[in-house]
């Protein structure tokens, strides 16, 4: 499983970060995601997806 970040999307309102703080952090300089492991474990799909799906821009995606 692999998390992209379309930076060209992202507005930084850090939704992914308050669902995923483990994997996503909002860099205030530069109002975008930080993806801080962009490789989670399997046992970990269901709280990063639920953070992908909650970016009100659709600037994520998961991949296999």
Known sequence: MKIHADLEKCEGLGMCEAMANDYFE???DEDHVVVLDDSPPE???????AAVQACPVLALTLAD
């Open 43 to 49: 046992e970990d799909r269901a709280h990063v997806y």
């Open 26 to 28: 909002v860099d205030e």
